[in-house]
């Protein structure tokens, strides 16, 4: 158990109508009758004078009490919400402090309801994502998260595996009937149950990873080819100045879209000159650090300028300069001034559009969505993260080996490999912790949260 109390702004820094000021823990009552006087009932708002040490008013607000283990943290809780000014907010922190609070790490008020049990550890990575959601799908998933449907499957599929281990475990100790103990065929149903099982979880968690992460593409190709008129038409407002003059976007200019719920960050780049062309220093930097972008992208999107170049000669000059296995799609653009449009191609996906009437680009995003799997705004999705699914997949690794074993007849092994198909899913929900996972995923948060 923690024996600090913990404090600090729950509201974001900034100026605004209320702003609320969050205590938990052991002290939270000594230190809120100093600050409050009479502390108000459980769960009921009341109107208090906040105090300085003096006796002198901080603010007048409305201060709310949670008593242990009925709260957030699970332990004794105070907000203090007063006026959404940043000084008074400093003061009533200040003053907790001169009481004997210590202000809170980032995350630390979920991770106290973690470490009380009153989340597990996906729903606490879930309070985060909701908080961050850049769109309502994202926000939907991650409520659904939240409220423990993520949670509850990975129990299902714990359970599924945790019976599959009782049963080669009893093989085990009968060895004079291991071998048919492991022939039976309701261990093969078993296995090939949590196996339907991990496969939709597996889907379901690489869906919540793209509305979470979403998918980063670059823009790059030839100066004028219409890079960033395409960036603008997919943002849907001028990020980026377009001109006739090549040469114009020198750095990187970045925008996040909101595909269907899937979050698109795009990065417009300097043009790739033609080899041999003649170009200025920070034209130069522009192109080292689109080839920098390259390297970390999902996918590029390589503009051409389809009027001067139908062939895409562009592409095969600057195809071997491009980062190896990077997935491109070839954009054909200006559509508009070609006499016709050209077929779609694969190998590379080769699509025609329009940046500047915008033809075409609903292809385009089927296409990137497409691309990442993303199968669209539906209901029933969760809000998982890479490190889940990578769970999941080292998950999928063990149970592969424990099915090899048991065709092999090797008890032994599949008891091991299931034991760590177990720990590996354990992660998911912190079943099986470690100080340095915690402390990773903790400090991601925002001081207050
Ligand atoms: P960038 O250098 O690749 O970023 O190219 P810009 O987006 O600045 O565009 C270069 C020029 O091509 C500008 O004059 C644009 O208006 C024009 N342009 C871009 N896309 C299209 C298009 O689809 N059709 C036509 N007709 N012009 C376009």
Redesign the pocket.
Known sequence: MNTDTIVAAATPPGRGGIGIVRLSGPQVSRIGVAMVGELPAARFASPRTFLEADGGALDHGLALYFVAPHSFTGEDVLELHGHGSPVVLESLVARAVQLGARRALPGEFTQRAYLNDKLDLAQAEAVADLIDAGSRAAARAALRSLQGEFSARVHALLQGLIELRVHVEAAIDFPEEEIDFLADAQLLARLAQVRALHAALTTSAVQGRLLREGMTVVIA?R????????LNALAGHAA?I???H?G??RDLLRERIDLDGMPLHVI?TA?LRAPGEDIGPVEMEGMRRAREQLQQADRLLF?IDGAMDPQAHAYDEERARLPPGLPVTLLL?????MPQVPAAQSEPPRLSI????GAGLDDLRAHLRATMGYAGEETGQLSARGRHVAALQACRAHVDSAAASLAAKQGELVAEELRLAQRALGEITGEFDSDELLGRIFSSFCIGK
């Open positions: 190709g100066p004028n080819a219409g890079k960033s008129t395409l980026a377009v001109s006739e090549a114009t976007t417009d043009g503009v653009n200006k559509r508009d001034l329009s940046a500047a009437t």
